[in-house]
Structure formats: C-alpha cells, structure tokens
Nanobody, 126 residues
Framework: QVKLVQSGGGLVQPGGSLRLSCAASGIAFEYYDINWFRQTPGKEREGVSCLSASDESTAYLDSVKDRFTISRDLPGMKAYLQIDDLKFDDTGVYYC???????????????????WGQGTQVTVSS
C-alpha cells in the first residue's frame, strides 16, 4: 500500500523554526519528485518548494527563498522541509506530494500528485 505520512508542524512564534517530515512507503521513492505545498484560508494552494528526483535540483517560491530548505533521505524514504525565520504569512496547512518523473527539473505549480501526504498545520503566532 502506498502511503505518505507527514509529521512536524505546530505552533511557533515568529522567527522560530520547524522541520516538516514526509515518510513514504510502498513506492519507489527515488523516482519521484518531491513537492511541498501550503494552503492558507482564503487563498489557493501554492507550491512552496520542490526537489527533482533526477538531479536533486530544487526550486522555491520567492517569498520563502533563503528560509525554506527541502531535502530528502533516499534510504529512509523521507522528505523534509526545514522552515526557518517563520513569519505570520507562513501559517497554513502544509502538504507533501510525490510526482513520478522521468528526468528533468521539478516544478512548483503541479496538481496531480501520485500520492499526497495528509497535511500538517503550521501556525505562526506571538
């Protein structure tokens, strides 16, 4: 059974840090691009970061560059999103998604993931 289980998240003060995790099972993890998205009330879901399976290149939404870091642990079949210097606007539900790829770079604006995580809430509040 293919599963993507998220962990991390929580309530953090502005300027704080969090690490979100995404653990995959039942899938050939190494062949999938990893994307992280966030959904905030009143806004469309947006892609915040991605990592290419083929060349490990990464991409970030402009507003999160230099604060978010995407990574993966291939043997452990896990993906991570390190979030530093959290801001109020980072509040939202964060989702990871895996996209089967056959090469090339990843893309932030993707819709039909092969598998989705269940989402995790990040709340930035003082």
């Amino acid at each position: 059974q293919v599963k993507l289980v998220q962990s991390g998240g929580g309530l953090v003060q502005p300027g704080g840090s969090l690490r979100l995790s995404c653990a995959a099972s039942g899938i050939a993890f190494e062949y999938y691009d990893i994307n992280w998205f966030r959904q905030t009330p009143g806004k469309e879901r947006e892609g915040v970061s991605c990592l290419s399976a083929s060349d490990e290149s990464t991409a970030y939404l402009d507003s999160v560059k230099d604060r978010f870091t995407i990574s993966r642990d291939l043997p452990g079949m896990k993906a991570y999103l390190q979030i530093d210097d959290l801001k109020f606007d980072d509040t939202g539900v964060y989702y990871c998604g895996l996209f089967r790829t056959y090469g090339g770079v990843c893309f932030l604006d993707r819709d039909s993931a092969d598998v989705w995580g269940q989402g995790t809430q990040v709340t930035v509040s003082s």
